[in-house]
């Protein structure tokens, strides 16, 4: 289906790709932990809520 250069391309685009998000969240990282800071409560909120609704929905089938 794909010929042996559009595997090629893929692979590199990948890899490249990757390079360039590490190098930019490197970058960034100091603004993140400035801007986004206690922001992992939320995610924490988030996965409890989700948690809490499936023990709530087994508990009440």
Known sequence: MFSTGQYIFAALFFIAFVIA????????????KKNYKGSIFILLGFIAFIVFLFILKTQLN
């Open 21 to 32: 998000i590490i190098f930019t969240y490197r970058k960034d990282a100091k603004l993140h």
